[in-house]
């Protein structure tokens, strides 16, 4: 079946450091994919998104890669910040059901 | 201001005793989905509803009903609940399903609500 996961459920960085958060889908019919950053506390909240007849998407301090040969997501955010701390999931769709969610990985800033 | 609130956020129940997590969005979106996260498992759907009176059951759907009589709501319903509900669950909604060719798909989560069932 489908699935989506992340290399690392953790990572720490300095801040002001860039941040690479890596997924792994495995359908590769997925055409769409989401990232989502989940506060402690807080319900998930849409960061970036990319099509698949896209291979990278910028937004503000983040940029989302796309790399189907290997079917491989990552987010970098750029110049990490205290306020990036966080858990990221990456998703992907799953036709008219909605989204299947990765795990997460809990970025930590160092400061 | 456009949000998806649940209620109760915290509730402390005993196994057996029905409950109801209510989900109401302000932004008249069609799609509404309820997620149960858990440590190591990520989000997992337990079901979702493309628009009023229609729902289907996501990843997880035992122990669990659902209704969408009206756009703006969409409670969760535990019959008879277990300890292993004993769970954060986040309500979601969006314009459409997300990821429809053409579809924007962010997801609006509610602030979760965290059961604990004795």
């Known amino acids: 079946g489908e699935s989506v996961g992340l290399h690392l459920p953790t990572l720490s960085v300095q801040e002001g450091d860039n941040s690479i958060i890596n997924c792994a889908y495995s359908?590769?019919?997925?055409?769409?994919f989401i990232w989502y950053k989940q506060e402690s506390g807080k319900g998930p909240q849409f960061i970036i998104d990319?099509?698949?007849?896209?291979d990278k998407r910028q937004g503000q301090r983040v940029t989302v890669l796309l790399n189907k040969t290997v079917k491989h997501l990552s987010l970098q955010i750029a110049a990490t910040q205290p306020g990036d701390s966080a858990v990221y999931f990456c998703a992907e769709n799953r036709g008219a059901d909605g989204l299947t969610f990765g795990k997460g990985t809990h970025l930590i800033i160092q400061p | 201001e456009a949000q998806v609130t649940q209620n109760p956020r915290y509730l402390i129940t005993v196994t057996g005793k029905k409950l109801t997590v209510t989900c109401s969005q302000n932004m008249n979106h069609e799609y509404m989905s309820w997620y149960r996260q858990d440590p190591g498992l990520g989000l997992r759907q337990i079901y979702y509803?493309?628009?009023?009176?229609?729902?289907d059951k996501g990843d997880v759907p035992e122990g669990y009903k659902v209704s969408r009589k009206e756009k703006r709501n969409f409670p969760l319903i535990l019959e008879s609940p277990s300890p292993n509900q004993t769970s954060l669950y986040f309500c979601a909604s969006s314009l459409s399903s997300p990821g429809l060719a053409g579809v924007d798909g962010e997801l609006f989560f509610g602030e979760g609500s965290r059961l604990t069932v004795l």
């Open positions: 359908n590769s019919a997925s055409d769409y």
């Open positions: 509803s493309m628009n009023v009176e229609v729902t």
């Open positions: 990319i099509r698949s007849n896209m």
